[in-house]
């Protein structure tokens, strides 16, 4: 994908008023775009209005860009705002309540946000094509340029609010400590940066990064084969979520999905619904394609990537010939218990992917992944039971 300010120069300035020859705009109402309002889903979300103008010149859109829940509480840790009744809808819920009451009519989410069930009357109706998929370790500047996870002094301070991310540094890297880091991209580096901060590094999405163009801070990619780390479930993809009876707009979606990213995150979170876990469980995945020849296409973390962040490789194998190759980790929160587990089998559709990451979960599963996950969702409840606790005492 483009970078964030090549972006920016291919998006025309306000709509012009219309003439007669453009008339045919009119005849369609204008296709209203929510997204949540911060600076990365907002070029999230112009990058899809871009994509939707290439593929449909005769239509208008419109962004409209919503404060969500999770956005504007950016005091309680994560974990506990997704407790109960908030679950999951946190980064969802206004701009679901805003399409269903057809105030617009599609949202651009990242993938990685989105429950994987969805409201009866909504629906996921693309998954389009995905960035690098990788987690980045961007380091303080207060260390030597060069240092990479592994010269990092024990005891070092890691700022991350992913459970999943933590456990995972945890079971590679035992001495260091892990601090809550909430607030968007920008705000997350500046905390990083500031005089006196207490991190000495922090782990973001690769992906957010190279939209935002900020990828000149990435330190090291991390991966299976580089510090040891899965990311999250659909990390890196961003999907489209319509009302589920709008047909039209179903149509007009198929033309920007990816066929390729759709199984890969098909496989994802067929895995991750069948574990019942949600975006902050450390639950990592690494999927990639395999050609009969052995040799992996496209997606793979390993592979280099252009200035572009596209994958280098060229796919010369067509996509139904490939294998798709299912990596897995559960890993208890003190990163001391984990159970991984790869799969790899040809899939045709989202649908067979999907299989196979059910497939996977019941392997998991045998192997003790639902121990490790019910141990964790017994230590949410206890926690937000302490949490109500202690509001009461200082009521
Ligand atoms: N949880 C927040 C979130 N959701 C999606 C991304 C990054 C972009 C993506 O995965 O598509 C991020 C930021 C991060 O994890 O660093």
Redo the contacts with the bound molecule.
């Keep these: 994908m483009a970078s964030a300010t090549s972006l920016d120069s291919q998006i025309p300035e306000a709509t012009a008023p219309q003439d007669a020859t453009t008339s045919a705009q009119t005849q369609f109402p204008t296709v209203n775009i929510g997204t949540r309002s911060s600076v990365?889903a907002q070029i999230q979300a112009r990058h899809v209005e871009q994509l939707l103008k290439n593929a449909h010149p005769d239509r208008t859109f419109k962004i409209c860009p919503v404060l969500a829940q999770g956005d504007k509480d950016k005091v309680t840790p994560l974990q506990q705002l997704s407790q109960g009744e908030n679950a999951k809808s946190l980064w969802t819920g206004e701009l679901e309540a805003m399409l269903e009451q057809g105030e617009v009519d599609i949202i651009v989410h990242?993938?990685?946000?989105m429950p994987t069930q969805l409201p009866d009357n909504l629906a996921l109706a693309a998954i389009l094509e995905r960035?690098d998929p990788r987690d980045a370790l961007i380091v303080s500047p207060k260390f030597p340029e060069g240092t990479m996870l592994a010269d990092l002094p024990a005891g070092s301070v890691i700022g991350t609010s992913?459970v999943r991310r933590a456990a995972q540094l945890r079971r590679m890297y035992p001495s260091f400590e892990f601090i809550d880091l909430r607030g968007n991209?920008g705000t997350r580096l500046a905390k990083l940066d500031a005089e006196g901060s207490p991190y000495s590094a922090i782990i973001?999405?690769a992906?957010?990064l190279k939209r935002m163009g900020l990828d000149n801070r990435i330190r090291q990619y991390l991966s299976s084969e580089s510090g040891g780390m899965l990311h999250?479930v659909g990390?890196?993809?961003?999907a489209i979520e319509i009302r589920a009876d709008d047909y039209a707009m179903s149509d007009m979606l198929q033309s920007i999905r990816c066929e390729k990213t759709t199984r890969a995150c098909c496989a994802e979170r067929a895995l991750l619904r069948a574990l019942e876990g949600g975006?902050s469980v450390p639950i990592g995945v690494e999927t990639t394609f395999r050609s009969q020849k052995g040799l992996s296409v496209g997606l793979q973390p390993a592979a280099e990537y252009d200035k572009d962040g596209k994958a280098v490789e060229e796919d010369t194998v067509p996509l139904d010939d490939q294998e798709l190759v299912l990596k897995t980790l559960v890993v208890s929160v003190d990163g001391k218990d984990s159970v991984e587990y790869e799969a790899a089998r040809k899939v045709r559709s989202g649908a067979e992917a999907e299989v196979l990451g059910r497939d996977v979960a019941k392997i998991l599963i045998e192997r003790g992944a639902d121990n490790i996950l019910q141990q964790i969702s017994a230590e949410k409840q206890w926690a937000a039971k302490k949490q109500l606790e202690e509001m009461d005492t200082t009521a």
């Design positions: 990365l990242c993938l990685k946000d960035e992913s991209v973001l999405a992906a957010g999250a990390q890196g993809a961003l975006c």
